[in-house]
């Protein structure tokens, strides 16, 4: 007969638990890219191509997480996503973020930015109520288009571990696909879907010069790549200018500097 221990129905389901409860790396930089789900649909009815309540949300959200998200060093945003990028490495006894339970990464910080995200909204609709029934029509018109977003958005989240040398080029990649977005954008407010057929952004730019006299590189930064929200001397700044990745890398690597010890 058998000595081993027989397990109990709890030690069976916590086997099967364990299986899937993959860690990250620690001491290795992480990706945290948070998505929202059907934005595509969220944001029908709002300003095109580009809406600034859904710009001062996703800053919202960015600030809040910055501050709630252990060793979040920085959030860059652009259109319905944001990058976060975690580090556990200032001193010797730094946690990490959950233990880098990848699971509990993802579910935490993805339920954390649709809390901040409807939490905002709300507050807003509340404070935009009572020119409902008012002659003020900037402000009913903000109250009409938000008040029927109020605590539906979602947001999923996705995290990985990068190398350190790969870090900006994360970054890099991501402002690429807003500067991408943006003239795209851009152009699907004043074009047709036809007029735009097999045009790349490029085509798009010129378009937009010959018709309407815009060009797209005099937009605010913003709107054109993106911005960052990070922690200075002074707390949490929102950086609406930052530079293309590629021509400035020390943006994004100084993040990854182990602080100097007082």
Known sequence: MSNSKIKTLSDRMKDYESVSDVKLTKRTPVIVRIDGKAFHTFTRGLDKPFDEILSQVMQYVCENLILSVQGCKLAYTQSDEISLLLTDWDKLTTDSYFDYRLQKVCSVIASAATMYFNKFVTQKVLAWSGYANSDEPENLDLFNKWQKKMGIAMFDARAFNIPKEDVCNYFLWRQQ??????????????????????????????????????????????????????????????????????????FIDKFLLVPEEE
């Open 177 to 250: 696909d807003a500067s991408r977005n943006s003239i795209q954008s851009l152009g699907q407010s004043k074009f047709s879907q036809k007029q735009l057929d097999k045009k790349n952004t490029s085509d798009i730019q010129d378009m937009l010069m010959e018709k309407y006299n815009i060009n797209w590189n005099n937009l605010e930064t913003k709107w054109k790549r993106g911005f960052c929200v990070y922690r200075k001397d002074e707390g949490i700044f929102c950086d609406t200018e930052i530079p293309l990745f590629n021509k400035d890398r020390d």
